[in-house]
């Protein structure tokens, strides 16, 4: 039987951990983030699938090169089923100078858990343990895994959580939400106490926490939390995880942060990503976060959707900040 581990409160101030978002977190994103706010202590970089084969593509591993990565410590997450696919990737990961990798297993999206991987693993207690088995004395390094409550509901984690006791794993990131769930309705706040008191490992909460009210009311109800994911509430406010840190509200030049920020982005994607139509998909997918903190914005951000060149996108946004501004 495990000991229950001390509380991680007595670190304060919180951890705050910046959530994999794939397709929006990427080493671009990341170092130009921290460049421009504060607040996250690291992040954990979205997933790279495992290879099928004994080699591992060069681009597979650019967004975790340590040379891109300099502005963020960041945890490399590896999405797999397969213990001899994870073991060569966790180890590629660990030569380049990486402690830990983190094993995904709470990806919801139906191509990814039909084929039991993420989420999908989660019913198969018995594949979990057996890749366990394999990984653990093979890999270099220390292992955490971001989850969820289950597949299909919360008994696959009331299940699993003891078996995970008897490994050594780092951390253990817990969204409260089960894969079919997706991102609908809210998380399931008294299955995550459930999940505290039936492992000894580490744990990270994750969800919606998209306001200091959020992170207020979560942290006054999980006291012996220290550890904390935020992603979707820190793309859409990203003063958000200093706001937390301090407890201040800076609104000085809160605009003209943001556009900075958003001006360094579209620069550095312009420079590594080919062609105008890629830039403009990349910017533009970055406005379904970047337009919600505006009210009354829908039709300027429709236009910035809509552009077609790089001017044009370049010359609808500096509208758009400047109308902000005023
Ligand atoms: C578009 C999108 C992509 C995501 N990609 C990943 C991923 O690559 N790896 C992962 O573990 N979680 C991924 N997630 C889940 C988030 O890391 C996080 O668990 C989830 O958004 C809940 O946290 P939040 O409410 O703070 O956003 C993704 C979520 C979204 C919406």
Redesign the pocket.
């Known amino acids: 039987m495990s000991s229950k581990p001390l509380s991680d409160n007595t670190l304060s101030p919180p951890r705050l951990y910046m959530?994999?978002?794939?397709?929006?977190?990427d080493h671009i994103y990341r170092n130009t983030f921290a460049d421009h706010f504060n607040g996250f202590d690291l992040s954990?970089?979205?997933?790279i699938a495992s290879p099928s084969g004994s080699k591992i593509r060069k681009k597979y591993l650019k967004g975790v090169l340590p040379e891109n990565n300099k502005n963020m410590p960041v945890i490399p997450?590896i999405?797999s089923k397969s213990a001899d696919g994870f073991i060569l990737l966790a180890n590629r990961l660990f030569e380049l100078g990486y402690e830990t990798v983190?094993w995904?297993l709470?990806?919801p999206y139906p191509q990814v858990a039909n084929k039991q991987r993420?989420s999908g693993l989660l019913p198969f207690t018995d594949l979990i343990q057996s890749f366990l088995d394999n990984v653990i004395p093979a890999i270099n390094g220390q292992l955490s895994i971001?989850t969820?409550l289950g597949r299909n509901t919360k008994k696959e984690i009331f299940a699993l959580l003891p078996i995970l006791d008897t490994y050594p794993i780092e951390e253990i990131?817990i969204?409260p939400?089960t894969g079919v769930q997706m991102?609908n309705g809210t998380?399931d706040l008294d299955a995550f106490a459930t999940c505290l008191s039936l492992t000894r490992h580490p744990i990270v909460y994750?969800?919606?926490?998209?306001t200091e009210n959020d992170f207020n009311r979560l942290s006054a109800r999980f006291a012996t939390i220290n550890r904390w994911?935020?992603?979707?509430?820190?793309?859409v406010n990203p003063f958000l995880p200093e706001r937390i840190k301090t407890g201040k509200h800076k609104p000085e030049g809160k605009i003209k942060k943001l556009k900075s920020f958003h001006d360094e982005l579209f620069l550095q994607y312009s420079r590594i990503l080919s062609g105008p139509t890629h830039i403009l998909d990349r910017m533009k997918g970055l406005w379904q976060y970047f337009s919600q903190p505006f009210s009354d914005c829908k039709k300027a951000v429709k236009k910035i959707k809509k552009a077609k060149t790089p001017e044009q996108y370049q010359s609808l946004v500096d509208e758009f900040f400047n109308k902000e501004t005023a």
């Not at 954990?44 to 997933?47: C, G, H, I, N, R």
């Not at 994750?206 to 998209?210: T, V």
């Open positions: 959530a994999p978002i794939r397709g929006m977190t954990v970089a979205p997933f997450q999405l983190n995904n709470g990806c993420g971001k969820r990131i969204h939400r991102y998380p994750n969800g919606d926490i998209l994911m935020i992603g979707r509430g820190a793309l």
